[in-house]
């Protein structure tokens, strides 16, 4: 059975930090692509980070010097480290696993909320 389990959310004040965290299991987490999605109330969901099997990771313009996504495959989990936080960060974020195991695979957490305000 394929999990994915965000935590880590919560509220915190603009210019502060927080660190997501998704436990995985089910998958073959090393070869899968891992990508975290955020959705803010009224709007289209929106791609973050990701970062692929071997290490290279992209981002949102929007995100780029602030946050920073990670994995640890001896963990099968993934992280996405927020600092610098606005409240235009305020979504809900899910993290994300693709891959190729007979056939494609797509598969997502359940979401944790995340709220910058003062």
């Known amino acids: 059975q394929v999990q994915l389990v965000e935590s880590g959310g919560g509220l915190v004040q603009p210019g502060g930090s927080l660190r997501l965290s998704c436990a995985t299991s089910g998958i073959i987490f090393r070869d899968s692509t891992l990508n975290w999605v955020r959705q803010a109330p009224g709007k289209q969901r929106e791609l973050v980070a990701s970062?692929?099997?071997?290490?290279?990771?992209n981002y949102a313009d929007s995100v780029k010097g602030r946050f920073t996504i990670s994995r640890d495959n001896a963990k099968n989990t993934m992280y996405l480290q927020m600092s610098s936080l606005k409240p235009e960060d305020t979504a809900v974020y899910y993290c994300?696993?693709?891959?190729?195991?007979?056939?494609?695979?797509?598969?997502w957490g359940q979401g944790t909320q995340v709220t910058v305000s003062s």
């Open positions: 994300n696993a693709q891959g190729w195991a007979n056939g494609k695979y797509d598969y």
């Open positions: 970062i692929n099997s071997i290490g290279s990771t």
